[in-house]
C-alpha cells in the first residue's frame, strides 16, 4: 500500500475544557477525494483547520508525505503553500480588486514574477468562466462568484491538496451549483481534496471516502456507497435518517 | 425700663457716630487700621473705604518679596502702601487682588483700583487703560550665563549674533526687536520663567528684562548669571517710566497723582527705592549707535 | 453603474430639484438673518472693533502669515514621525509572538503615560527638561525638543486609534491570509493593515487637524509661530483681531485638506464597494 499523502494519528484538539477532537485517524490517499460529514460542532471545520495548521493539536501527529508537521515549532509556511484552504465565508480580500486576490502570495510567498502571476491568474478566470471580473473588487461579485474566485486564490499557489471546509454553506441554492461544479473539475484533474460539507447527495457523488463525523469522533469510514446505504454504527444511522427526511438525501 | 433702653440706645448711637466722625477727617497720616480715603476718594473707589490694589501673580522680587504684598516688603509693595497711606487708607483698608501682566492691560472693567506691575507707561497702552504719572522709571537690560556670546558686549553690534529671549507681551520684547535687532528672531515665552529656564537649557543666550529685575535673576534666581549691561534711556522710543494701571479714564487717577506728588516731593519715594533698589543701578552702559 | 431610466427617473429628477430648492432658500434664511440681525445688537460697534477691526486685520496678517510658516513646518516633520511611531506601537502591541513580550508592556506602558499627562506638560518637562541636562545648539533646540513631545503625545493616541483599527479587522481575513501562505508580517502589510487604516481614517483625520493646532503649544517654550505672534500683536495694540486673522489663516489651511480626505475617502469607497443602502 502507498503512502497516504496526508494522515492523522491519534489527533486530539480542545478549545478549553472543550475537547473537540478526541482521537482522529484518516488516511487520505493522493489524488482522492475525502468528505468529511456530521452534525454541526462535530469538529469537522477544526479538523481541516488542524491539518493546515491554523488550529494546533494538543496530541496525536499529523504527516505529510511522511513527515510529521504537527511538531511543536515546525515552519507552518511552506507547509500552507501546500495545502491549501477555501472558507466558509469566501474570506477574499475586500480592498484588493480579484486579479490582485489572486496574485498575492505567488508573487510575495513564492517570488512569482507579476505579469506571470497576472497571466496565470487571467487564465484561471476563464478556466472557471470569471474572465470579464479580473478587475472587479469582492463587493461588486455574487456570493457564488466570490466563492470561485476564493477557490481560484488558493489554486494560484499550486497546492497538492486543497482543503474545502463547507464551501457552499452561505451560498443560495441556486449558486451551489457552479461551484460544485468547479469542484467537479478540480477532481478530474486529479487534486487531493478535502471537504467538510452538507452537501451529501454531492459527497456521495464525487468522494473516494467518506468520514462521518460525531462528537469528535470518527464514528463510520469508508465508500460512499457503504456509508450512505448501509451504515454500521447507531449513530451515524439515525444522522443519516434525519437527513434523508430533511430531503437533503 | 422703656426709658432705659431708649437712652442706652441714643447713647450707643452719639458713640459710634463719635468714633466714626474722628475718623473721618483729613488726617492723612496712616494712622494703621484706622483710614478709608480722603475726600478726594471718596465714591471713587470700587468698594468704599477699601482700596483694592491689583498686582501679578506671582509677584517677583525685588517688587515684591515672598510674593506677599501684604507685608509691604517689595519696592512696589511699599510704594502701593505708601500711596495708600498718602490718600488717607490705612493699611486695613487695603485689598490686594492678583491678575495676569497681560489682561491688566486690556480693555475692559478692572478688578481692582490700580494695578502695579512694572508697567511701562507707552501710548497705544493709553487708548484701553489710564495711567498715573510715573513712579520709577528704569533701564532695559541684558542677562546672561557664564560662557555666553552676549558676555562682555558694550554695543549693539556685539549682540547682533546673539539669540535673545523675553516674556511675550513686554517693551523688553520690542526693545530687542525694534532697537537690538538681533539677526535671530527671539523667542517669547508667557513669563519671564519660561525665558529663564531657556536660558539654562541654554537655548537662548541672553534675555532682556528691566535693570532691576536683571539683578534679581543675576543675584539670586539663576547661578553664573551676570548683568551684561543696561541700555541708555534714550535708546528705546519709549523708555521705561513705570506707571499705575487704572480703568480708562478712572477719576481716581487724579488723586493718585497728588499723592505720588507729594511722596516725590517728601522724599519719600527715594528713599523706598532706596531700600529696595539702591545697589541695584550699577551696570556697565551698552552703547547703542 | 447604469443609468437610471423610466419612471423612477423623473421622480428622482423632482426629488431633486426639490432638495436643491430648499437647500438654496434655507442657506439663504440663514445667511441675511447673520447679515442683517447680527449689526442690530446693542453692543456690535464695540465688538467689531475689538474682534473684527479691518485695519488691524490687514496690519496683523503679513506678520502672522511668517509666523505661520513654523507651524506649517513643524507639522510637516511632526506627522509623517507620529504615524510611524503610532503604527509601530499598534503592531508591537497587537503582536502575538512571545518573544515580543516586554515590548508589548513598554507599549502599554507608553500609551498609559503619554495620555495620561497634559500635552502642555510635556512640552515644557522635554522642551526645556531634556535640553535642560546638558545638550550644546543646536541639539538643544525647542523646536526640536518641543516637537519630539508633540510626536510622543500624538503618537500614544494614534496608536490607540491604528489598534483600534486592527483589531477591527476579522480574524477570519488573517486566517484566510495565512492559508495562501503568507508569513504574519506580510499578513499584517498586505492584508491587515490595508484594511485596518482604511476604517480609521476619520478619527485619524481629527487627530490630524487636531495637531494641525497643537503645533502652536510650542510657542510656550520659546519659537514664536502665529498663536504667539498674534498674542504679541493683541497685547500691543488692545485688539482681539489678530486672532480672529490667525483663526482665518488656519481654516485656510484644515478646511481644504479634510475636504479633500473626504473626497479621497469617497472615491475609494465607489471604487471598491457594490451598492449602497439608501
Not at chain 2, 183 to 190: I, L, N, Q
Request: hydrophobic share 45%.
Amino acid at each position: 500500500m502507498s503512502a497516504a499523502k496526508i494522515s492523522l494519528r491519534g489527533v486530539r484538539k480542545s478549545f478549553g475544557t472543550h475537547s473537540v477532537l478526541n482521537g482522529i485517524d484518516i488516511d487520505i490517499a493522493e489524488g482522492t477525494v475525502v468528505s468529511l460529514i456530521g452534525p454541526s460542532g462535530s469538529g469537522k471545520s477544526t479538523l481541516l483547520r488542524c491539518i493546515n495548521l491554523l488550529e494546533p493539536i494538543d496530541d496525536g501527529e499529523i504527516l505529510l508525505d511522511g513527515i510529521d508537521i504537527s511538531l511543536p515549532g515546525f515552519d507552518a509556511n511552506p507547509v500552507r503553500r501546500r495545502i491549501g484552504m477555501v472558507f466558509q465565508n469566501f474570506n477574499l480580500f475586500p480592498h484588493m480588486s480579484v486579479q490582485d486576490n489572486i496574485t498575492l502570495s505567488p508573487v510575495r510567498t513564492l517570488g512569482v514574477d507579476k505579469a506571470i502571476a497576472r497571466t496565470k491568474a487571467a487564465e484561471l478566470l476563464e478556466r472557471f468562466g470569471l474572465a470579464d471580473k479580473v478587475n472587479a473588487f469582492p463587493d461588486q461579485l455574487s456570493g457564488g462568484q466570490q466563492q470561485r474566485v476564493a477557490i481560484i486564490r488558493a489554486l494560484a499557489i499550486e497546492p497538492e491538496v486543497l482543503l474545502l471546509d463547507e464551501i457552499t454553506s452561505s451560498l443560495d441554492p441556486e449558486l451551489v451549483g457552479e461551484v460544485l461544479d468547479v469542484v467537479r473539475e478540480l477532481k478530474t484533474s486529479g487534486m487531493t481534496l478535502v471537504l467538510a460539507t452538507h452537501e451529501m447527495g454531492f459527497a456521495r457523488d464525487i468522494s473516494d471516502l467518506v468520514c462521518v463525523l460525531d462528537g469528535g469522533h470518527i464514528i463510520e469510514q469508508g465508500l460512499p456507497g457503504q456509508v450512505f446505504s448501509a451504515p454500521q454504527s447507531e449513530r451515524a444511522q439515525q444522522f443519516l435518517e434525519r437527513i434523508i427526511r430533511a430531503g437533503r438525501l | 425700663m422703656r426709658k432705659l433702653t431708649i437712652s442706652l440706645a441714643v447713647t450707643g448711637t452719639l458713640l459710634l457716630a463719635a468714633c466714626g466722625g474722628s475718623s473721618s477727617s483729613s488726617d492723612t497720616t496712616a494712622a494703621a487700621g484706622a483710614g478709608t480715603g480722603n475726600e478726594c476718594t471718596a465714591g471713587k473707589t470700587l468698594t468704599a473705604d477699601t482700596l483694592t490694589i491689583g498686582t501679578g501673580n506671582p509677584a517677583y522680587s525685588p517688587w515684591v518679596e515672598n510674593d506677599k504684598p501684604e507685608s509691604k516688603e517689595g519696592f512696589e509693595a511699599a510704594v502701593a502702601y505708601a500711596v495708600a497711606a498718602e490718600l488717607g487708607f490705612g493699611d486695613a483698608a487695603v485689598k490686594w487682588v492678583r491678575t495676569g501682566f497681560d489682561e491688566a492691560v486690556q480693555p475692559g472693567k478692572k478688578n481692582f483700583d490700580f494695578n502695579l506691575q512694572q508697567f511701562s507707561i507707552n501710548d497705544e497702552r493709553k487708548k484701553t487703560v489710564s495711567f498715573s504719572a510715573s513712579y520709577y522709571s528704569t533701564n532695559q537690560a541684558v542677562v546672561a550665563l557664564a560662557g555666553s556670546p552676549a558676555i562682555g558686549a558694550t554695543t549693539v553690534a556685539d549682540l547682533k549674533d546673539v539669540k535673545f529671549g523675553a516674556q511675550a507681551g513686554t517693551t523688553s520684547l520690542e526693545f530687542i526687536t525694534n532697537v537690538i535687532k538681533p539677526t535671530a528672531e527671539p523667542f517669547a515665552y508667557d513669563d519671564n520663567a519660561g525665558a529663564k529656564a531657556a536660558l539654562e537649557a541654554k537655548q537662548i543666550d541672553a534675555i532682556v528684562v528691566d535693570l532691576p529685575t536683571a539683578f534679581y535673576i543675576a543675584a539670586v534666581e539663576l547661578t553664573g548669571a551676570s548683568v551684561v549691561g543696561q541700555f541708555p534711556a534714550s535708546a528705546s522710543t519709549t523708555p521705561d517710566n513705570f506707571g499705575l494701571v487704572f480703568d480708562l479714564d478712572n477719576p481716581l487717577v487724579s488723586c493718585v497723582d497728588t499723592a505720588l506728588a507729594a511722596l516725590k516731593d517728601a522724599g519719600t519715594l527715594a528713599a523706598i527705592e532706596k531700600t529696595w533698589l539702591s545697589d541695584k543701578t550699577n551696570a556697565p552702559v551698552i552703547a547703542v549707535s | 453603474m447604469g443609468t437610471i431610466t423610466g419612471r423612477r427617473a423623473a421622480y428622482e429628477r423632482a426629488r431633486k430639484r426639490r432638495s436643491t430648492v430648499v437647500a438654496t432658500v434655507s442657506s439663504l434664511a440663514v445667511v441675511t438673518a447673520i447679515v442683517v440681525l447680527v449689526p442690530k445688537m446693542p453692543r456690535w460697534d464695540r465688538v467689531h472693533e475689538s474682534f473684527f477691526n479691518g485695519e488691524r486685520f490687514a496690519n496683523s496678517l503679513p506678520r502672522l502669515l511668517d509666523a505661520f510658516v513654523l507651524d506649517i513646518k513643524i507639522f510637516a516633520w511632526s506627522m509623517p514621525a507620529i504615524v510611524a511611531l503610532a503604527l509601530l506601537v499598534a503592531i508591537t502591541r497587537n503582536s502575538r509572538s512571545a518573544a515580543l513580550f516586554p515590548l508589548r508592556i513598554l507599549t502599554i506602558a507608553y500609551t498609559d503615560i503619554m495620555r495620561g499627562v497634559p500635552i502642555i506638560l510635556w512640552i515644557y518637562l522635554i522642551g526645556f527638561g531634556v535640553p535642560g541636562l546638558g545638550i550644546d545648539r543646536p541639539w538643544n533646540s525647542p523646536l526640536i525638543w518641543g516637537s519630539v513631545a508633540l510626536v510622543l503625545t500624538y503618537a500614544s493616541y494614534i496608536a490607540e486609534v491604528f489598534r483600534a483599527g486592527i483589531e477591527s479587522v476579522h480574524e477570519s481575513q488573517r486566517a484566510a491570509a495565512r492559508s495562501l501562505g503568507l508569513s504574519s508580517w506580510q499578513t499584517m502589510r498586505h492584508v491587515v493593515l490595508p484594511q485596518a487604516i482604511r476604517r480609521v481614517i476619520p478619527p485619524l483625520m481629527n487627530d490630524m487637524v487636531s495637531l494641525q493646532k497643537d503645533v502652536a503649544l510650542v510657542s510656550l517654550i520659546g519659537p514664536i509661530e502665529i498663536l504667539r505672534q498674534a498674542g504679541i500683536d493683541k497685547s500691543k495694540f488692545a485688539n482681539f483681531t489678530p486672532y480672529i486673522a490667525a483663526a482665518a489663516v488656519f481654516l485656510l489651511i484644515t478646511i481644504p485638506l479634510t475636504r479633500t480626505t473626504d473626497w479621497l475617502i469617497e472615491r475609494e469607497r465607489r471604487r471598491t464597494t457594490g451598492t449602497r443602502i439608501s
